[in-house]
């Protein structure tokens, strides 16, 4: 068997924020800085959806950023193929699609320009773009909407389209974070079955999440992630030692913070 090739490889990422004493009167704490990430060390493999698991404020939406190259690290690095998110961003962006709940649509913009905008944006030749569309609008059944103004799409739509503009250059690499929140069932189910296209594809899949059931459904390896650190990685069977894995979650976060969840 051929060893497999890790596309994603962090190593030692860690961000730190300062709080405003606005966030710390909300928060009702006097900590002046965050610990978003903390030595943060793992890999994603070709051919593999690798998931981060973590309750809210864990850290997961910041390590993604910090791949996406959208954030520079506080220290550690991150190699993308190869291509270091520190010393050359601009060749990890080429290689990656990163599709995030903060991706905001202009209200007035169509998918047809969109698609166009963004494969322009990306250097899509355009008869390869023009037939990338009509594969992805068909798959998501985006095209009797394709003259629509975003605002006045439905929510799984414009969730669908912020997925496919993401993908628009075929990457290799995808992150998504949370890439089934707020979604209907329906809708979810057709990205999720979608992941499972794409990763059977021998794309290399990373997402954050704090579903149990997703991460059982998709993923092939698994980092747990609570306050910043990562307390477990590897595969869904040596991460869960035994457990369901709700309960070995739980486990580790009683581990790591000492409280009873």
């Known amino acids: 068997m051929c060893e497999q090739k890790a596309l994603i490889q962090a190593k030692n990422l860690s961000k730190t924020f ?3 004493a606005k966030q710390q009167r909300i928060e009702r704490t006097k900590e002046q800085v965050r610990i978003a990430a903390d030595n943060l060390s793992f890999n994603a493999y070709q051919g593999e959806i690798y998931g981060l698991l973590g309750p809210n404020g864990a850290g997961k939406t910041t390590t993604l950023r910090m791949l996406a190259t959208l954030i520079s690290p506080g220290s ?4 993308l193929d190869g291509k270091s998110v520190v010393k050359e961003p601009e060749a990890v962006r080429s290689k990656i699609g990163f599709l995030t709940s903060e991706l905001k649509l202009e209200d007035f913009f169509t998918p ?3 698609f166009g905008f963004f494969s ?3 250097g899509v030749p355009s008869a390869v773009a023009a037939k990338r569309k009509d594969e992805l609008f068909t798959r998501f ?3 009797e909407f394709a003259e629509v103004k975003v605002s006045e799409l439905s929510t799984g739509m414009k969730q669908k389209l912020s997925l496919v503009i993401s993908i628009v250059h075929n990457p290799d690499i995808i992150i998504f974070d949370e890439p089934t929140n707020g979604l209907d069932v329906i809708t979810a189910k057709m990205v999720t079955d979608y992941l499972l296209e794409l990763r059977d594809a021998g794309k290399t899949i990373i997402l954050s999440t704090h579903i149990f059931s997703l991460v059982e459904k998709l993923c ?3 980092g747990v992630i609570i306050n910043g650190r ?4 590897g595969t869904l069977d040596e991460v869960c030692a035994g457990l369901d894995l709700e309960s070995r979650f739980f486990e ?3 581990q790591e913070t000492g409280e009873v969840a």
């Open 230 to 233: 990562m307390v477990a990685d």
């Open 220 to 222: 092939d390896r698994v």
């Open 112 to 114: 047809n320009y969109l």
């Open 120 to 122: 322009t944006l990306q």
């Open 252 to 254: 580790l976060y009683v």
């Open 18 to 20: 300062k709080l405003s």
């Open 141 to 143: 059944g985006i095209h």
């Open 76 to 79: 550690g690095d991150a190699l």
